[in-house]
């Protein structure tokens, strides 16, 4: 279990690598960090539904980088 700084850290992290996944779909930097944070929690709930479960950090942050990118996917969507 992460703490709440670490977990900011590897959420913003996460959405940094999203942003360059999404090219085109991001939002700026300071949006795609904050996305990357959301994306965090998301990435946990929706990997969690279909039985994938992560431990340590990298975990996480594989975790939240794929919540991050589906996060910047919909907010791309509904900008359009």
Do not use: D, E, P, Y
């Not at 977990?7 to 085109?24: E, H, P």
């Not at 779909?25 to 946990?44: E, R, S």
């Not at 340590?56 to 996917?73: N, P, R, Y």
């Amino acid at each position: 279990m992460t703490s709440l700084l670490g977990s900011i850290i590897i959420g913003c992290l996460a959405g940094f690598i999203a942003g360059k996944i999404m090219s085109g779909g991001g939002f700026g930097c300071l949006w795609n960090l904050v996305l990357g944070v959301v994306g965090g929690v998301i990435g946990g709930w929706v990997l969690g539904l279909v039985g994938i479960s992560w431990g340590g950090t990298i975990g996480s942050l594989v975790t939240a980088v794929v919540g991050a990118v589906l996060v910047l996917w919909i907010a791309s969507q509904v900008k359009k």
